[in-house]
């Protein structure tokens, strides 16, 4: 993912958040007869393409179980449930990755044992109806055009727009033939295929128990290139306090959430660092870190301040500061409110000696 997109993963890992978990679904016998992951796909020919010329989806699948997108990342590990448990991906007619939806579906009825399948996703809206024929392909109808859209994007984007970024009007009662689980996953990786050289997640790399240093010194010549940063010198790290504090009250089943870690900067104009400490949780590929009170004196309430980590190629650590939310201002201040406005918006810091991080 670009790292321009990288606090924008932070919406979409967001919308998982629903108010139905996997967990409290009952198990689909019709998708999946031995309670696994279920995959469904279809990849159309040339020919079929060709016939209905309304029809947009050139690929598509559809997997019910764990979470085929999120990928072993920053969250804990595989296995916990999350609030969907049916996936959609289609390719439309030229594109090179597919897009996806999640949701839950279940049967409609009272004991959530029978009846027509329904699938449902965010907002109330519906992802899809299933029934499996008597060949076990599985029959998706009742497909909306603004899958992939948001509520209202109609009106929001014009006609034109909208029609353009929609699904065709043949996009709909599809017919998916039983496949492995792996052919799903492997669809699914395509949405956003992963840098091999990022290496493992941080929630891999960077241990519970585990001190680290992150940082940068930026010379004459990029502060020269880069007038309006204001950072000097920055560093993003755990050490003794930070160890102690999650050893005292955090859940390692769970990590990196309630991991604490102090960042400290050096600005242009100030030849002191100035600290402050965030407390973090995994979010899809990246820990989002909310400034904490915990070491800092302020008087306004600061846990909308938000920075985030992400692993960069090659071991490196990328940082990324949207909302001034770095010790470069007073971050009670006005000069804090909003989007940054300086170059001290993303980062990429290298693994640096502890000592290089001490107080």
């Not at 019709?30 to 690929?59: I, M, N, T, W």
């Not at 128990?209 to 000097?232: E, K």
Request: with cysteine; aromatic share 8%; proline share 7%.
């Amino acid at each position: 993912m670009p790292l321009k997109t990288m606090v924008g993963a932070v919406a979409l890992l967001a919308s998982l958040a629903g108010t139905a978990f996997a967990g409290d679904t009952p198990k689909l016998t019709e998708l999946s007869p031995d309670g696994k992951d279920a995959c469904f796909g279809r990849v159309y020919d040339a020919a079929h393409l060709k016939a209905h010329p309304k029809q947009k989806v050139a690929r598509i699948f559809f997997f019910y179980g764990y979470d085929p997108v999120s990928r072993p990342n920053e969250e804990p590990g595989p296995g916990a449930d999350t609030s969907y448990n049916a996936f959609i991906a289609t390719t439309v007619r030229g594109a090179k990755a597919p897009e996806w939806a999640g949701g839950w579906c279940n049967h409609e009825s009272e004991d959530g044992k029978t009846g027509p399948i329904h699938c449902g996703m965010d907002c109330d809206r519906t992802m899809a109806s299933l029934k499996v024929d008597e060949k076990g392909r599985l029959i998706v109808n009742d497909v909306s055009p603004d899958l992939y859209l948001d509520a209202g994007s109609e009106d929001e984007l014009g006609e034109a727009e909208y029609d353009r970024q929609a699904l065709g009007k043949e996009d709909d009662n599809f017919r998916l033939d039983p496949m492995p689980a792996a052919t799903c996953k492997a669809e699914f990786a395509r949405v956003d295929p992963i840098d091999p050289a990022l290496g493992p997640p941080l929630r891999e790399r960077l241990k519970p128990d585990q001190a680290f240093c992150y940082g940068r010194d930026y010379d004459a010549a990029h502060l020269g290139s880069h007038p309006d940063q204001v950072t000097q010198s920055i560093r993003v790290f755990r050490a003794p306090v930070e160890l102690a504090s999650f050893a005292a009250g955090g859940d390692t089943a769970n990590w990196p959430d309630g991991a604490d870690l102090t960042i400290s900067v050096t600005t242009r104009q100030k030849a002191s660092k100035v600290t402050q400490t965030y407390s973090c949780q995994g979010e899809g590929d990246q820990w989002r870190c909310a400034a904490s009170a915990k070491m800092s004196d302020l008087s306004c309430d600061i846990t909308q301040k938000e920075v985030f980590l992400r692993r960069g190629a090659n071991g490196t650590m990328m940082l990324a500061n949207p909302n001034s939310s770095l010790p470069i201002v007073d971050l009670c201040s006005k000069a804090a409110d909003g989007e940054t406005i300086s170059d001290d918006k993303i980062y990429r810091l290298n693994p640096m000696p502890q000592s290089a991080c001490a107080p």
